[in-house]
């Protein structure tokens, strides 16, 4: 049986050990994710030059992981900047991101979506984000409330999960077209959403792959993934 194919967009950075020039890159910690489920990670340069060629590139793939990293652009969600604390927006993240999402939702691919990817999915279906929450977010460990019977619940085996943790400012405000929330922090943040409509829909706002090398219920996301690719 050939392992399923996931792709994975990339993002653009200044430098990397042993390299002379700005590099494409992704944390290894989604990769490795990907591979203990069994699937195979591919990453997509974030290159505007890509863009038209992503529909025929999506049939190639079984599934896509949309990843965390900056700030989407407000505008992409029909508001003005209005947050100092607004930082890491990249015009290329965004233009081929969005290209990868309204292609892979419309392929009704299997999708799981992480962090800043959660918030660019949710805003792909018409939702939209608080621009900030606070810091209270930012790098910390939480417990997650899962909703009975979920997609999410029936992943990780449980309805409360611990050592989640979230590296996030902002939040899903409105949800999107045919998305429920599935999880919430105690604060009564979204952190994770998922849709019935589609083949394999679900965003999370902490990071699984960060501790999911350890953490069962944490790779399980990755796990069930692969499974529905």
Known sequence: MVAPLVLIVGRISPKADGLRSPVFAIGQQYMRAIRRAGGIPLMLPPDPGVVEQIDSLLPRVDAVVFAGGGDIDPRRYGQAPAAEELYGIVTDHDEVEFAAAAGALGRDLPVLAVCRGMQLVNVALGGTLHQHIGDDHWYVHHDVLIEPGSRVAKAVGEERIGECHSVHHQAVDRLGRGLRTSGQSADGITEAYESDGRS????????????AHELGWQ???????VRHA
Do not use: F, I, T
Not at 200 to 211: A, K, R
Not at 219 to 225: F, K, S, T, V
């Open 200 to 211: 394999w829909l679900v965003g999370v706002q902490w990071h699984p792959e960060d501790n």
């Open 219 to 225: 790779q399980a996301l990755y796990d069930d993934l």
